[in-house]
């Protein structure tokens, strides 16, 4: 067994820099580094709760497609990110002011979710548990 102890991060291919970090700001994260973007590398940046993302770049292929999620053929990698949050009807609230539509949804026992999209069409899924209360 490989003793892991968290997720370190989690790196995400973006076409435009200036788009992508002002959505991630969005959503709660702050800029960290930039380790040459230009050159491939990525910018760091980090949420209060401890999630980081590299947003990598600049991506030169496909113009409205995620090939892992809008094409017919089902190709292997990553589809998307899910993080937990406090509540769901809060979460979306704050999307409906920051103008980032909804684009999927569901319950499935005691789970219920949202989806969005990032400017690049990548998937991020909001997740929210009953408590029990």
């Known amino acids: 067994?490989?003793?892991?102890?968290?997720?370190?991060?989690?790196?995400?291919?973006?076409?435009?820099?200036?788009?992508?970090?002002?959505?991630?700001?969005?959503l709660g994260f702050s800029d960290e580094s930039d380790a040459g973007f230009d050159a491939g590398h990525p910018i760091v940046m980090r949420h209060p709760c401890g999630v980081v993302i590299n947003l990598l770049g600049p991506a030169d292929a496909g113009e409205s497609d995620n090939i892992l999620m809008d094409v017919d053929k089902r190709y292997s990698g990553i589809t998307h990110l899910a993080l937990t949050v406090t509540s769901?009807?809060?979460?979306?609230?704050?999307?409906?002011?920051?103008?980032?539509?909804?684009?999927?949804?569901?319950?499935?026992?005691?789970?219920?979710?949202?989806?969005?999209?990032?400017?690049?069409?990548n998937v991020i899924e909001l997740d929210a548990y009953e408590t029990g209360e």
């Open 88 to 121: 769901l009807d809060e979460a979306k609230d704050h999307l409906k002011t920051c103008d980032i539509p909804l684009t999927g949804a569901f319950h499935y026992r005691g789970m219920s979710a949202v989806f969005i999209r990032d400017p690049d069409r």
């Open 1 to 26: 067994m490989l003793n892991i102890e968290s997720v370190n991060h989690v790196g995400i291919r973006i076409r435009d820099r200036d788009v992508s970090v002002a959505f991630y700001r969005l």
